[in-house]
């Protein structure tokens, strides 16, 4: 059965007239009747009435019409979504985040897609360290990340998203709840409750390297894989955490979140795997630097 047969009878369906038919198709009367006569032999039944005077569908054009429109709709769709996902404005974005990433930039990536590539679906994989993210990357099980630099693996370039402070997050009846900002060297005594060591963590390398800088190493009472984690010890009251600036963005309660004044800060970026020449991953990237997602200078480049 022709593609064209149908949409030929769709046609004279919608205008119960030959002639008119074929004016609306470009075509001449006689090649379009033939048409349906040999779409009419192939099914076997009368699809139209006619007489001198008008055509009119027969019970099983009627039917056969209602069929024939919900094809080529599903069909005139499918060449539309291949055209979209061709031109890289449809697809599905594999996206990985680490814990607090999820707070913040997540929700405000999710709000630009929608609005400047609706048709993009998101699969969103979220706590993932940097580590972990790179070799999803690699193995491509992910198409972007975002995560902490720096960037072990060769293969991803990357451009930077923020630069943020590190804050600590204290129980609500912690000793610095009223405090407005807190020193590093406050911290010398407390229980921290810190990432994984083997997890290979950017954050806890600069909360380290902080408290280095005042002559301790934090004492790392509860180790965990999530931020959530983190923040529910913390809430529970068995330490602090010092954690990036982007956990105020998802408050929890009983637990409240100070400026360290003389903390490291740690970098956020958009990586992705180097060699992908995707249309989907090059629309995304010019759609975040049109909306100044980047931060400018030489270190956002890849």
């Not at 958009?270 to 931060?295: C, G, H, I, M, Y």
Request: charged letters at 25%; one cysteine or more.
């Amino acid at each position: 059965m022709e593609l064209r047969n149908l949409r030929y009878f769709l046609a004279v369906a919608e205008t119960r007239h030959f002639g008119k038919a074929a004016e609306h198709l470009h075509m001449a009367q006689p090649p379009l009747s033939q048409a349906i006569r040999r779409l009419e032999t192939e099914l076997g039944v009368n699809l139209f009435t006619r007489t001198t005077r008008q055509v009119a569908l027969t019970g099983a054009g009627e039917v056969f019409r209602t069929d024939v429109e919900r094809i080529l709709r599903a069909l005139d769709e499918a060449v539309a979504r291949t055209g979209r996902f061709a031109s890289g404005v449809e697809g599905v974005l594999r996206l990985g985040l680490t814990g607090s990433a999820s707070y913040r930039q997540l929700p405000a990536l999710a709000r630009l897609l929608k609005r400047e590539m609706p048709h993009v679906v998101m699969e969103v994989h979220t706590e993932m360290l940097t580590p972990a993210q790179e070799l999803g990357l690699i193995e491509r099980r992910l198409d972007v990340g975002v995560l902490r630099p720096p960037i072990r693996q060769e293969g991803i370039a990357h451009h930077l998203l923020a630069e943020e402070p590190l804050v600590v997050a204290v129980p609500a009846e912690h000793w610095l709840a009223e405090a407005e900002i807190v020193r590093i060297e406050q911290l010398r005594h407390e229980d921290f409750v810190m990432y994984g060591a083997a997890l290979g963590s950017v954050v806890n390398d600069a909360v380290v390297r902080s408290c280095l800088a005042s002559d301790f190493y934090p004492h790392r009472a509860y180790e965990v894989t999530e931020t959530s984690a983190a923040l529910a010890l913390v809430a529970a009251g068995l330490g602090i955490a010092v954690l990036p600036d982007s956990i105020r963005s998802a408050p929890r309660e009983g637990v409240l979140c100070k400026d360290i004044e003389d903390a490291l800060s740690v970098p956020l970026a958009l990586a992705w795997r180097a060699d992908d020449t995707s249309p989907l991953l090059r629309n995304l990237l010019k759609v975040l630097e049109q909306n100044d997602v980047f931060l400018e200078g030489p270190e956002g480049a890849a």
